[in-house]
């Protein structure tokens, strides 16, 4: 048993607390071969232990190097966090710029400079507020009911762990099958009744056959060229998760609860820290590139109507209140006709100051 280690005759009970596991956990691996034990002739079972060896499974090198970089490492992790909501505040900044540009544009302005400028008006607090309602809000909601799902998928492989009959493994296929088919039906349908208002399927249907109809030609290469996007971004994710290395045979080691059947899964992740990280980000930036596609179906912008009353009444969209001005766009229908024979709504923006305001009243 030397093999060039030091080992440490402990009981079942030390061994457990030493590698932080539970007593049957520790004697699951005894049955499976995986420490090395003995048996006396009363019937104690003493379990062998490599001194060098940590809790975390770590030699005493590796150890000794956390032990010394314990704030650089903790400053790694650090450092990843700080990336995730950098990543995640930059996307929100953006998603709320996107929200009031691209409608107002097509709305009020008829080109993109002028909407710009409009937007650069608008309040950082407000245009935080719409892209946390666009972005951090469904997202933080899509993972919350992801890991409620895979909370669900843990536990029915821990409960069909052994699979060793036809009956459980049936089930189990049914179960993980079925999970998964309604995951992703809650997913679909729960993003388009938020950001478009109606799951209805005739309804959706109409809208999509419609669609390339009204939607302007500029719009409609953004709009594929954002889909391509999506859609290479959800291949990396995928082949980000793939690529994470696995154990002999893709099985998870038995486990005698579910709670270590947790432990041991966040103790996978860990292991793999980068492909973590990178999959969280990937995940994030295709939901981000997705919330840009669907915007730009969104052509109303997020304005509310107001009533100014003064030297000259004027009602339109309030787009800010900054620096002593209202700024509102004031619609006004062209009378002259375009080549369709249609009218083109038009709008101009109108900065009133707060002396000639009497008074002013938010409609909606």
Not at 45 to 74: I, Q
Not at 156 to 184: C, E, N, P
Not at 200 to 214: D, E, M, Q, R, S
């Amino acid at each position: 048993m030397d093999n060039g280690h030091r080992w440490k005759r402990l009981t079942v009970s030390e061994a457990a607390e030493r590698l932080q596991i539970s007593k049957d956990a520790v004697r699951k691996r005894l049955q499976r071969g995986t420490l090395q034990h003995d048996k006396t002739l009363d019937g104690h079972v003493y379990v062998y232990l490599d001194v060098e060896e940590g809790v975390d499974g770590t030699d005493a090198s590796t150890k000794e190097r956390g032990a010394n970089g314990e704030h650089s490492g903790g400053m790694l992790r650090l450092a990843d966090v700080a990336s995730l909501i950098a990543v995640a505040g930059a996307g929100t900044y953006v998603v709320g710029l996107f929200a009031f540009w691209y409608p107002i544009s097509t709305t009020y302005t008829g080109d993109f400079a002028t909407a710009w400028y409009a937007t650069s008006l608008v309040s950082r607090n407000v245009i935080v507020g719409h892209g946390v309602q666009q972005l951090l809000l469904p997202y933080l909601a899509l993972m919350l009911f992801m890991g409620a799902m895979q909370l669900l998928y843990l536990y029915t492989d821990f409960r069909f762990t052994s699979r060793d009959t036809l009956l459980k493994r049936a089930t189990y296929t049914v179960i993980i099958t079925v999970t998964a088919l309604l995951q992703l039906i809650a997913v679909f349908w729960g993003l388009l009744w938020y950001y478009l208002g109606s799951a209805n399927p005739v309804a959706l249907f109409i809208y999509w056959t419609t669609l390339w109809g009204w939607l302007p030609p500029n719009s409609v290469r953004a709009f594929i060229a954002l889909g391509l996007i999506f859609s290479g971004l959800l291949y990396a994710w995928v082949a980000v998760l793939a690529s994470i290395p696995r154990s002999e045979g893709h099985r998870t080691p038995t486990a005698s609860s579910f709670g270590e059947r947790l432990q041991t899964t966040r103790q996978f992740w860990l292991a793999h820290r980068p492909h973590s990280i990178a999959a969280v980000t990937l995940f994030f930036v295709a939901f981000f590139v997705f919330v840009l596609l669907i915007s730009l179906l969104d052509t109303k912008p997020p304005l509310s109507t107001v009533e100014v009353s003064g030297q000259r009444p004027v009602k339109g969209a309030l787009l800010t209140h900054s620096d002593g001005f209202w700024y509102v766009f004031e619609r006004q229908e062209d009378k002259q006709k375009d080549k369709q024979g249609k009218g083109k709504p038009e709008a101009k923006l109108v900065a009133i100051n707060d002396d000639k305001v009497k008074d002013a009243e938010v409609l909606e």
